[in-house]
């Protein structure tokens, strides 16, 4: 059997975590001015063939092992049930059994909270020492008066975004525009293929513009054809701020655009004067594309899709965008030199109230720091955070070097590949070398199965190229057939001397020999641990 491992930071949104596995990848959108031979290919790959149904489903076993007490499980996209295997062990399962990979699993946990800061130290390769890092940290803010804010809305338009999705991110925008508080100051964006504005500039809010925006709202549908989400954020960010000194946007998105380097680095580039908070839409959305613009910008992402509640999604937004910015974070170890110590982050994520504050630390040497001090400057003064540095138990001891690493290498692949460059060897080998070391998959390295055969077991043919079709998201209507994919596939129309293409006919009997799956509405089972 073959075993692959996956590490992944997860984050804590008001003592809750949401875990999401994705079944399928949504078509992306390409972009006119992604005209290139190199862009071309990679859109092939982001672009596989789609088709109504596959030959193949999901079954799913989770065993939940937490640090932290749980409270409650339930999941918006599936019913489930819970198996108690283990005192601290939890099985989670889909109630069905197998079923349809057409949207994502997600999987709510609600945990008991941490009051005290929590961090690890364990050793990793080379006898280098990690250290990993989570407190919920407390901002006690003055009890001054509202600060007007200038807020940007930016709602998904695209056809991608018609049905429920257009109507789920709607919903959300208006509990949105009833959170705005006196003296704000906003403007809506539509885009899709083209954009429009509601207004040339930002307006008052009062009861009176509200009621205009929302009149705004009901009219509008998905209708402006493609993804073009980087044409309408670089018009947003060459006007001036005109309310303070940061413009606030809100984005929501199924983020189902080819161009996500090109949209990540134009954020970064305006993360100064910007800060995005991202709602992802839908039954398939992309959590790097979401998660990606709201980190770059010192911002946070939320998702909703059918079944989950939009308004504490909602109101946790707003909260965070009252929290004032910490500046001037630094973390330091006692017992270690500042130069010995390499986090996994070039910048310091956002501080907020309520959810988990996570860094990862690499320290050279044999040194094992004995506490850690976080410190910053908040609009009342200097604020500071403390954490004891206990060893990791056997369980968690590889933890800390294997998330370093995940998120170093994601950071340097970032840096690498802004706006679809393409990184020279001597520049990505920092990049091979940290997976190699750590284990950790890159997007310039992967594993390779070697299976050993007989002469007699040996295929006498040449090796065939089949590309295997993803399945359709819930509830998105195809915008084109298979066989049209396929034909419009760059393999077929570009690249004269690629591999054939298995034909469209063979392909489409995978509908004859489909699994009755269910097609019911998803359902939440949630249970209590009490």
Request: with cysteine; glycine share 6%; hydrophobic share 35%.
């Given at each position: 059997?073959?075993?692959?491992?996956?590490?992944?930071?997860?984050?804590?949104?008001?003592?809750?975590?949401?875990?999401?596995?994705?079944?399928?990848?949504?078509?992306?959108?390409?972009?006119?001015?992604?005209?290139?031979?190199?862009?071309?290919?990679?859109?092939?790959?982001?672009?596989?063939?789609?088709?109504?149904?596959?030959?193949?489903?999901?079954?799913?076993?989770?065993?939940?092992?937490?640090?932290?007490?749980?409270?409650?499980?339930?999941?918006?996209?599936?019913?489930?049930?819970?198996?108690?295997?283990?005192?601290?062990?939890?099985?989670?399962?889909?109630?069905?059994?197998?079923?349809?990979?057409?949207?994502?699993?997600?999987?709510?946990?609600?945990?008991?909270?941490?009051?005290?800061?929590?961090?690890?130290?364990?050793?990793?390769?080379?006898?280098?020492?990690?250290?990993?890092?989570?407190?919920?940290?407390?901002?006690?803010?003055?009890?001054?008066?509202?600060?007007?804010?200038?807020?940007?809305?930016?709602?998904?338009?695209?056809?991608?975004?018609?049905?429920?999705?257009?109507?789920?991110?709607?919903?959300?925008?208006?509990?949105?525009?009833?959170?705005?508080?006196?003296?704000?100051?906003?403007?809506?964006?539509?885009?899709?293929?083209?954009?429009?504005?509601?207004?040339?500039?930002?307006?008052?809010?009062?009861?009176?513009?509200?009621?205009?925006?929302?009149?705004?709202?009901?009219?509008?549908?998905?209708?402006?054809?493609?993804?073009?989400?980087?044409?309408?954020?670089?018009?947003?960010?060459?006007?001036?701020?005109?309310?303070?000194?940061?413009?606030?946007?809100?984005?929501?998105?199924?983020?189902?655009?080819?161009?996500?380097?090109?949209?990540?680095?134009?954020?970064?580039?305006?993360?100064?004067?910007?800060?995005?908070?991202?709602?992802?839409?839908?039954?398939?959305?992309?959590?790097?594309?979401?998660?990606?613009?709201?980190?770059?910008?010192?911002?946070?992402?939320?998702?909703?899709?059918?079944?989950?509640?939009?308004?504490?999604?909602?109101?946790?937004?707003?909260?965070?965008?009252?929290?004032?910015?910490?500046?001037?974070?630094?973390?330091?170890?006692?017992?270690?030199?500042?130069?010995?110590?390499?986090?996994?982050?070039?910048?310091?994520?956002?501080?907020?109230?309520?959810?988990?504050?996570?860094?990862?630390?690499?320290?050279?040497?044999?040194?094992?720091?004995?506490?850690?001090?976080?410190?910053?400057?908040?609009?009342?003064?200097?604020?500071?955070?403390?954490?004891?540095?206990?060893?990791?138990?056997?369980?968690?001891?590889?933890?800390?070097?294997?998330?370093?690493?995940?998120?170093?290498?994601?950071?340097l692949e970032s840096r690498l590949f802004e706006r679809r460059r393409r990184?020279?060897?001597?520049?990505?080998?920092?990049?091979?070398?940290?997976?190699?070391?750590?284990?950790?998959?890159?997007?310039?390295?992967?594993?390779?199965?070697?299976?050993?055969?007989?002469?007699?077991?040996?295929?006498?043919?040449?090796?065939?190229?089949?590309?295997?079709?993803?399945q359709h998201t819930y509830q998105q209507a195809p915008a084109q057939s298979?066989?049209?994919?396929?034909?419009?596939?760059?393999?077929?129309?570009?690249?004269?001397?690629?591999?054939?293409?298995?034909?469209?006919?063979?392909?489409?009997?995978?509908?004859?020999?489909?699994?009755?799956?269910?097609?019911?509405?998803?359902?939440?089972?949630?249970?209590?641990?009490?």
């Amino acid at each position: 059997a073959i075993c692959i491992g996956y590490i992944s930071t997860l984050k804590f949104r008001d003592d809750s975590i949401r875990l999401a596995f994705p079944t399928t990848i949504s078509p992306r959108y390409v972009p006119e001015h992604l005209n290139k031979t190199e862009d071309l290919l990679d859109t092939a790959y982001l672009n596989p063939p789609h088709t109504a149904h596959v030959p193949f489903g999901l079954d799913l076993k989770i065993s939940l092992q937490s640090c932290l007490p749980v409270e409650t499980i339930d999941s918006p996209s599936h019913e489930i049930e819970l198996d108690y295997e283990a005192p601290e062990v939890t099985t989670v399962r889909l109630v069905d059994g197998i079923t349809e990979m057409d949207r994502d699993v997600v999987i709510n946990l609600s945990l008991k909270r941490q009051e005290e800061p929590l961090a690890i130290c364990a050793d990793g390769p080379n006898g280098d020492r990690f250290v990993s890092l989570m407190l919920f940290p407390e901002i006690n803010q003055s009890n001054s008066a509202h600060i007007p804010t200038e807020t940007h809305f930016v709602i998904d338009a695209s056809g991608s975004m018609s049905g429920y999705q257009y109507t789920q991110a709607v919903r959300a925008l208006k509990l949105c525009l009833r959170s705005l508080g006196q003296g704000d100051t906003f403007n809506i964006i539509r885009f899709g293929s083209s954009f429009e504005t509601w207004k040339d500039e930002p307006v008052i809010y009062n009861n009176d513009t509200l009621e205009e925006a929302i009149g705004f709202l009901d009219c509008s549908t998905a209708d402006l054809g493609g993804t073009e989400l980087l044409r309408p954020l670089e018009e947003l960010f060459s006007q001036p701020v005109l309310t303070g000194n940061i413009r606030e946007v809100i984005l929501l998105t199924d983020g189902q655009v080819s161009n996500e380097n090109e949209i990540h680095s134009l954020a970064s580039a305006h993360s100064e004067n910007n800060r995005i908070f991202t709602f992802g839409i839908g039954a398939a959305c992309s959590m790097n594309l979401v998660n990606g613009i709201a980190e770059k910008t010192g911002g946070a992402s939320e998702f909703i899709q059918e079944g989950e509640s939009i308004e504490e999604k909602v109101l946790r937004t707003f909260s965070r965008m009252g929290t004032p910015r910490i500046d001037s974070l630094k973390i330091s170890f006692q017992g270690v030199d500042d130069k010995n110590v390499r986090l996994a982050t070039r910048s310091m994520p956002p501080v907020f109230e309520g959810d988990a504050f996570i860094m990862h630390a690499k320290i050279s040497g044999q040194t094992r720091p004995l506490s850690v001090q976080l410190s910053g400057k908040g609009p009342d003064g200097p604020l500071e955070w403390n954490s004891q540095v206990t060893k990791a138990n056997e369980k968690c001891r590889n933890v800390p070097h294997l998330a370093w690493a995940r998120i170093r290498i994601g950071e340097l692949e970032s840096r690498l590949f802004e706006r679809r460059r393409r990184p020279e060897n001597t520049r990505s080998q920092k990049i091979v070398d940290l997976s190699k070391k750590h284990g950790v998959l890159s997007k310039m390295t992967g594993l390779i199965a070697i299976e050993e055969r007989s002469d007699e077991e040996r295929f006498v043919s040449e090796p065939e190229l089949r590309r295997v079709p993803l399945q359709h998201t819930y509830q998105q209507a195809p915008a084109q057939s298979y066989s049209e994919i396929v034909k419009a596939s760059i393999y077929s129309t570009s690249m004269n001397s690629a591999p054939a293409l298995s034909s469209p006919a063979s392909l489409m009997d995978f509908d004859e020999c489909v699994p009755d799956f269910s097609m019911s509405s998803p359902k939440s089972k949630k249970k209590d641990f009490k």
